[in-house]
């Protein structure tokens, strides 16, 4: 069981993501389950090597990088969506496990939540 | 008694990624329910119909789309909130 | 975490609005469900404001005169019913919503929560995700 | 020449149509040759019979009534867009001209705007 | 509402921002695009914030204090370059963003608008988009 | 000296209605300029590549895309400026 938040947002365009992952860390916080999943366009929070100088932005990918220390359990990507976007192993973060985003996977959580 | 297994509360067009992003999860059990712009999947969207849908009859009627003879059950707010309480879980996208 | 059937005793709602009135539909579609949660007898535990989500308890929102307030509309039934909005102070600050604690904190010329909105951390809503019988959230469409 | 507004978003779930509108009628107000373009989902803008006293929202059917009056050139609807959303000429409400959103469409105008 | 070339005397813009920030990125976008245009020897005869976009002239934005103020980075490049910053006085009093006269005319209990951002009608925006060479917007993204 | 008919600035990622409404617009003599969120169709539209296509630089950066083999010239907002001018008639999308 446990929660589920759901990121389909790539990072930076939109403050949504950076809203959901806050809402992992703060569910962490009070020891409840809880696991990620990016999925559509959200898949691209998982790439290597984000510079955000220029844009003047906070790195998401250091953000997420501290999500196991926070206790998030699992750090989710949908399999069909890393295709489309054309990120492969190498080009990923380090303890991210593929799945599909299918009626099974979100079974195996109490609630599922978007952050916007 | 939960017959109803997730509960789809979908409020996007259906050219939004997130509505098709809704259709691939669901499951046998489950239902959607419309509200909002996603009513226009009623006329939009082919993928819909695989799954109990249900529509909500306010926002039906905003888009004019009332009187049409839609593959849906239209439904009002006190209906929507037994429906979240019939499912064992329920998910807005 | 887990979830009470509908027979239960007491059934409970946490609402979660994330959308922006004037730019959403969120907040007056969550205004429909939450009354009629409380129309057939069950409770509201409390309603949380997150995202843009926080410009609902603005305090200084004009409406045309032919358009409904809906800071107002939402005011009204938590005060009505007794249930708690609560603006995420995260989310809020950001925004440019404030209480007067946080005007004084950073300084600010003014503060705009609508009362009986008020501000508190996502610690709020983990609560009512755990203790509400359903959570259910109001986004934005589009 | 003239500028073009265009809307893609149904009514009353956003704004952002509600937003265009008002810039269509501010350009015809100073006299600039303007015409509304409705395309994507927004075509959803032109359905007849809409009743939106239970939303508690302003009829934008009636809004756009008034185009004519406030003194927009034409209301133009993508063709591909109205088929896609099952709306034909009795459904749709009176006086929208038929079109193929492209880039000879386009260029007729000097401007192209969207609300948001 | 005829374009002039860009060989022309004087190149000029009307920027409008659409998206708030901290909920998009239209208003970073749009002030690094701002910053090369008046860096090129061109001129910004306006900037109009419209929609959600009129949340960047809010005074009570709090940033974290590792994060950009896009409001105050805004305020500074308007003082710096003399140009005039418009928030649509329709979108900003539905989004409860205020100046000192609305505030009297509606009896509001503050006002949020920083300075050197004002509050005008959508005329400023048509004349811009007939004035300026080039009229350039920056939406939220998604 | 026009060369450039009309440049369109795409900020929304390739699942975005908008995207697509944008490329079934592109004319012969048009250019697309990929900003914010926009840069990501360099990795999953296979429709750009028809037209001249330029990525704004500090947005690939952050998106982990600047070493990537793109199709597209990277510009900075000097740059971007520039091409605004070029062109007869510029639309955001």
Redesign the interface.
Known sequence: MGMLIIIDQPPYGTWAGREALDMAFALAAFDQPTSLLFTGAGVNWLRKAQDTADIEQKSLEKNLAAAPIFGIEAILADRTACQRYNLNSEAMIDGVQLTNASADLLGQYSQTAFAG | ??QL??LH?L????????FS?CL?????D?AVAL????V?GL??SKALGLVQTYAL???L???????DNLEAATI???E???L???A?????? | MTHSTPDSEKTSFTLVITGAPYSSQAPQTALSFAKATVAAGHTIDRVFLYGDGVHLASALVTAPSDETHWPKQWAAFLEEHEVPGVACIASALRRGLVDSHEQKRYQLGANNLLAPFAIAGLGEWVEGSIKSTRTIYFHAGA
């Open positions: 008694m939960n297994h997730t509360i409020n996007k067009t259906p050219d939004h990624p997130r992003e691939g999860t669901l499951g046998p489950d509200t909002e712009n996603g226009l006329v939009a009859e306010s926002d009627s905003a888009r004019g789309l009332s009187d009002d707010y006190s929507l909130v037994n979240t309480l019939q064992e879980r329920v998910i807005s996208w």
